[in-house]
């Protein structure tokens, strides 16, 4: 944590968290926020899916739902970032308070409910990106669809061209049956409608899948299956949790997705048990619970080819982005690594 990160922290917790996260999107609009620059080395550049990474290290979806932030996010040491979720028609989301720090488990229960200014604003945005950084889409369905597969296919039509890979969100919990869409005959239809529309696209961008983390080891099984046999090019391996155990917080019984540290491990094992069923065939993201570079690197050594984090900045600032990729590359080097791709699994069996 930086300076001025460090005198800002304790009052930002003071006022509302979703006020706090606006002021947070203004100070990266202004150029106030923290801005390494470009954070690489012969260890950490990569590939996912066929994109070429300066580092693996990326941020979630959630954070910029609306692509308001890409110069600021461009600068921040990450390797790639994700923003939305973007849906076909602009909707308000769910009433607030919607979102609540829960400080005393570095945690976060936010039930949103994809609020965001609709795809042809966000596509608009994403057509004034900065060309040097690698930039993705969270698709979503609008809350009140008749059809919630072709709302995934507008949005990859709409924004395609503008994003380096758009990832299908059937895993948030804060619209009522998105969940529903993870069944292997519902996923199998709706992947395949939305890679149609990709292969339709003047270039043709990955489509990631973004998976929850309460799933069973058959569902686990059956995703990996649909993800193999439909051509998807990665899974997000996961978005937020139902699970409220072990938690302390005031808040903890609020509705919503619970996200940060009590994640880490529940999501870290649906990681493993991807990585052992997909057998290296397809990349994994990992997400969930990571606020420091030896969490990060066990993402990887469980199956991860890239990470991803969102929950973390809220204790940490944006300054640890810089701390976790520098300290990701020690911790690379002091195993033998000459590359992020040599770790990829090597400890998975730790996991399973």
Same mark, same amino acid.
């Given at each position: 944590?930086?300076?001025?990160?460090?005198?800002?922290?304790?009052?930002?917790?003071?006022?509302?968290?979703?006020?706090?996260? /606006?002021?947070?999107?203004?100070?990266?609009?202004?150029?106030?926020?923290?801005?390494?620059?470009?954070?690489?080395?012969?260890?950490?550049?990569?590939?996912?899916?066929?994109?070429?990474?300066?580092?693996?290290?990326?941020?979630?979806?959630?954070?910029?739902?609306?692509?308001?932030?890409?110069?600021?996010?461009?600068?921040?040491?990450?390797?790639?970032?994700?923003?939305?979720?973007?849906?076909?028609?602009?909707?308000?989301?769910?009433?607030?308070?919607?979102?609540?720090?829960?400080?005393?488990?570095?945690?976060?229960?936010?039930?949103?409910?994809?609020?965001?200014?609709?795809?042809?604003?966000? !596509?608009?945005?994403?057509?004034?990106?900065?060309?040097?950084?690698?930039?993705?889409?969270?698709?979503?369905?609008?809350?009140?669809?008749?059809?919630? !597969?072709?709302?995934?296919?507008?949005?990859?039509?709409?924004? /395609? !061209?503008?994003?380096?890979?758009?990832?299908?969100?059937?895993?948030?919990?804060?619209?009522?049956?998105?969940?529903?869409?993870?069944?292997?005959?519902?996923?199998?239809?709706?992947?395949?409608?939305?890679?149609?529309?990709?292969?339709?696209?003047?270039?043709?961008?990955?489509?990631?899948?973004?998976?929850?983390?309460?799933?069973?080891?058959?569902?686990?099984?059956?995703?990996?299956?649909?993800?193999?046999?439909?051509?998807?090019?990665?899974?997000?391996?996961?978005?937020?949790?139902?699970?409220?155990?072990?938690?302390?917080?005031?808040?903890?019984?609020?509705?919503?997705?619970?996200?940060?540290?009590?994640?880490?491990?529940?999501?870290?094992?649906?990681?493993?048990?991807?990585?052992?069923?997909?057998?290296?065939?397809?990349?994994?993201?990992?997400?969930?619970?990571?606020?420091?570079?030896?969490?990060?690197?066990?993402?990887?050594?469980?199956?991860?080819?890239?990470?991803?984090?969102?929950?973390?900045?809220?204790?940490?600032?944006?300054?640890?982005?810089?701390?976790?990729?520098?300290?990701?590359?020690?911790?690379?080097?002091?195993?033998?690594?000459?590359?992020?791709?040599?770790?990829? /699994?090597?400890?998975?069996?730790?996991?399973?």
């Amino acid at each position: 944590m930086n300076f001025l990160e460090r005198l800002g922290m304790p009052l930002l917790h003071k006022i509302d968290p979703e006020t706090s996260h /606006g002021l947070a999107i203004k100070a990266l609009q202004m150029g106030a926020a923290a801005a390494p620059g470009l954070i690489t080395s012969p260890r950490l550049r990569t590939t996912l899916a066929g994109i070429d990474l300066p580092n693996p290290v990326g941020l979630a979806a959630g954070f910029d739902k609306n692509a308001t932030a890409l110069l600021g996010l461009s600068r921040a040491g990450f390797g790639f970032f994700e923003v939305g979720a973007a849906t076909p028609r602009p909707q308000p989301g769910n009433p607030k308070p919607r979102l609540f720090r829960l400080t005393e488990d570095k945690a976060a229960i936010n039930r949103f409910g994809f609020n965001n200014d609709g795809m042809t604003a966000i !596509a608009q945005r994403l057509a004034q990106r900065p060309r040097d950084a690698v930039i993705g889409l969270n698709l979503g369905a609008n809350k009140d669809s008749d059809d919630r !597969a072709s709302d995934f296919v507008k949005v990859i039509v709409e924004c /395609g !061209a503008h994003i380096d890979f758009a990832t299908v969100n059937v895993s948030s919990p804060n619209t009522e049956k998105l969940r529903d869409l993870q069944g292997k005959d519902a996923l199998s239809a709706l992947l395949s409608g939305v890679i149609e529309a990709r292969n339709g696209l003047e270039r043709k961008i990955p489509v990631f899948l973004k998976i929850a983390p309460d799933l069973t080891d058959t569902e686990i099984a059956e995703i990996a299956e649909v993800a193999l046999e439909s051509g998807l090019d990665a899974i997000i391996a996961t978005n937020t949790t139902l699970s409220r155990d072990g938690l302390m917080s005031e808040h903890k019984g609020e509705m919503g997705g619970l996200s940060g540290a009590p994640l880490f491990g529940k999501s870290t094992r649906v990681l493993a048990r991807l990585s052992q069923l997909t057998d290296g065939k397809i990349p994994l993201v990992g997400v969930g619970g990571i606020s420091n570079a030896e969490q990060a690197y066990a993402k990887i050594c469980a199956g991860a080819s890239a990470v991803q984090l969102y929950t973390a900045l809220v204790y940490g600032g944006l300054s640890m982005v810089e701390d976790i990729v520098r300290g990701l590359d020690t911790l690379l080097q002091a195993d033998g690594h000459a590359n992020v791709a040599d770790a990829i /699994g090597s400890k998975r069996e730790d996991w399973l």
